[in-house]
Structures are given as C-alpha cells and as structure tokens.
C-alpha cells in the first residue's frame, strides 16, 4: 500500500503493527521504521517536522526541500508486535535505508559526519519514539542464515489487509461464531505464541476455552 501520509485518514490505522517506509517520488533517499500503531507514528512524523524538531535531521531538511505534502509511505509489512524490531532490521539489512540513523534496531545512531553529535533533545525522541517496543538485544548477527529464519518464523503471521477487513466486518456486525470455519481455523493457529488467547478469542468471538483446546490440538486436529 502507497500512499501520501497527508491523505490518512482518521483512524485508519491506529493500532496496526508494522514495518513502513517513508520516501519521496524521484528520490532515492528514504527512512524505514517499525511501530505497533502506524497512525500515530505517521502523524508523529508529520508533526515532528512541521515543528522542525524531528529527531532525524536528514528525514527533516528533506521534507523541509520536497515538501511535507508530498511525504509518501509504504507499508512494507503487518507482523505481530514481537516481531517487529527483528522485521524492521531484515527490512533495513536488504535495503539499506539512507535516511536510517541507526544501522542496527535499537542501538545509538552512526555519526554520518565527523563531530555531528545528537542533541539531548533528538535522543529524548528517539526514547519516546521506541516506548513501548521490546528490544531484543540478543541476536544481532544479521547473516543470510538468521535472515532467512526470521522469513521462516513468520511464514504464514503476515496479516494481510483481507484478513483484516474481514475481521473488522464480522466484528462490526456483532457476529458470534458459533461454527468457526477451516480457514478461522487456520487463522487462529497461525496467531497462537504471538498473541493471547484471550486476544484471539476477542478477535474471534469466541471463548477462550475454544482457542485452547484448537491450541492443544484437541479439536481441529486435521486442519
């Protein structure tokens, strides 16, 4: 999904986990970032760089040059919330963001010119930017072979804009499923370890004690 970041809508993606990417058309230079709600975290942005204190002072006088108006953004992935930072840094490894300070998820950003040092005031930022997130320290050797796991782990967990759209359909509609379809099926097995049982009943609409038992392989067993 492309799209100019002044032409979100309100609400339109508040809460979503993802992976996005902020750039310009003609230009080659762009930023890649990860949020668990991408509404806010656009906004943010905009807001940030309209006020000129944005904590990214290339992503600043770029749009200060190109424009605000003309910011575009691609969502690059919807994972769950855990794998976001591990998402964001094969994001970054395959396609090496110009725009990105940090080369690493979580750690201090490179000083891409001799003697730039960060102001208190842009580390503040990035702080209240990363609240929230769980930054997994451990495994930061981005090898084709850990990339490559990472891909695996989340084969079949990208939650796509259908999926989506047709949860918020069925919930909006007050619809209880009493009979949970082989694909539901599916679905819920596929979020079992990234989210609760608890969230993907609520998502569901139905009991907890259900996602258990499909999770204990108790019913459902062949799908």
Known sequence: MIMLVINIQRGQFTNVCAI???????????YIGSTNDLQERLQAHTRAVNKQKHFNRYFQRLCLK???????????????????????QWFIDKLKPELNLAEVVGRPPINRRRGYKMSEEAKQNISKAKTGKKVDRSNYTHSEETLNKISQ???????????????????????????????QVKEIKSLVGTKTDKEISELFNCSRATINQIKNNKIWKEV
């Open 20 to 30: 996005y990417k902020l750039y310009f058309d003609n230009n080659s230079r762009f």
């Open 153 to 183: 782990s989340l084969k079949g967990r990208i939650i796509t804009d259908e999926w989506e759209q047709k949860m918020r359909e069925a919930k909006a509609n007050g619809g209880k499923y009493s009979k949970l379809t082989a694909e």
């Open 66 to 88: 190109l424009g605000i108006e003309n910011l575009k953004y691609e969502i690059l992935a919807k994972c769950p919330q855990e794998y976001l930072l591990k998402m964001e």
